[in-house]
């Protein structure tokens, strides 16, 4: 996790809410800072109530942000590279998830953080996946205290993970493709609700849109719809990829197949997944066999998916090219 230089060290900010969560959350800190990472303090819900600033200026080494006092910190330019926000209050949370607020803290959190972890209550975390930000990933508190060592030690290696990925990936594109038969673009939704959630998580993942296919380091054929036969009539075909003349070497492949079809029947081969849309899931098929990936709460299965492709696409890196 650290870097050559410190200027160039992972940044984490650590927003702390009310409870024994917030007041036992110095030791997910402490692991960060043993990491290398620059650790920062934001105080929010009176969460001044349940841990001391000067503990956490012996951790941090800099005074927290809090309704009344802004560090030298708070002005700097430098954005941080992911922020965890511990026990919110149900209000906070509102705020967090609509993205508008006049709450500098609130206002700083959005800003400055790509991506925020939510540690919350599992009573608290929404359950109506249509609302909840791709930027936001929730993770339920333990319900007992003596269960919070091995809980922020789990969160540690979930964030060093998602670190780690996402810093490989920084380069890749994807192009999201989703061509929906001229006949059929009169009675058809052109951008459905789905294909956006799945969008803004391949975003919320740190990935960049590409100019064009060709360029692009994961290609997605989007549409799972019927198709149109030679005699007009509505049929399900199965899903045909991205033809790779001019693609790049390593390409990942993802295509959409219909529920209507067989995906046993289907054959994968690899750096190709086929994907199909289940009730609160996706059928994601490979070389390996068939997996779902399920909605969970706080987190839709386009999210998790994402993450999944996140895995692979970082797994191939130009330094192991090189080697190779």
Not at 112 to 140: C, M, S, Y
Request: include cysteine; charged fraction near 20%; charge should be neutral.
């Amino acid at each position: 996790m650290k870097s050559r230089t410190r200027k160039n060290r992972t940044r984490v900010l650590l927003a702390l809410g009310k409870g024994i969560a917030s007041s036992s959350a110095t030791e997910l800190a402490m692991l960060f800072c043993h990491a290398g990472c620059e650790v920062k303090f934001a105080l929010i819900d009176n969460g001044h109530e349940w841990i001391s600033e000067s503990a956490i200026k012996q951790i941090s080494g800099c005074a927290p942000l809090t309704a009344t006092h802004r560090p030298g910190w708070f002005f700097s330019q430098q954005p941080f590279n992911l922020a965890v926000v511990v026990s919110p209050a149900s209000l906070t949370q509102q705020l967090l998830q609509a993205g508008i607020t006049s709450d500098p803290i609130l206002e700083f959190l959005l800003q400055k953080n790509p991506v925020i972890w939510l540690l919350q209550e599992p009573g608290q975390i929404p359950t109506d996946h249509e609302d909840i930000d791709q930027h936001l990933l929730f993770r339920a508190l333990p319900t007992q205290s003596q269960q919070f060592s091995p809980f922020y030690q789990k969160i540690f290696a979930e964030c060093t993970a998602w670190l780690a990925a996402h810093r490989k990936i920084s380069r890749k594109t994807y192009w999201l493709n989703y061509q929906i038969p001229e006949q059929l673009k009169v009675i058809a939704n052109i951008r459905p609700t789905w294909l956006m959630r799945f969008d803004h998580a391949l975003q919320a993942c740190g990935l960049k849109t590409a100019n064009s296919a060709n360029e692009a380091n994961l290609i997605i054929n989007a549409y799972d719809g019927p198709q149109l036969d030679a005699d007009n009539r509505l049929v399900f075909a199965e899903p045909v990829a991205h033809e790779q003349t001019d693609c790049l070497s390593e390409v990942l492949q993802v295509v959409f197949a219909a529920p209507e079809i067989d995906l046993q029947t289907l054959v994968t081969k690899e750096n190709l997944l086929l994907v199909q849309r289940r009730n609160n899931a996706l059928h994601v098929a490979d070389t390996h066999g068939i997996r779902v990936v399920p909605d969970v709460s706080g987190q839709c299965c386009f999210t998790r998916f994402c993450a999944q492709l996140v895995n692979h696409l970082s797994r191939a890196t130009p330094e192991r090219e090189q080697q190779s």
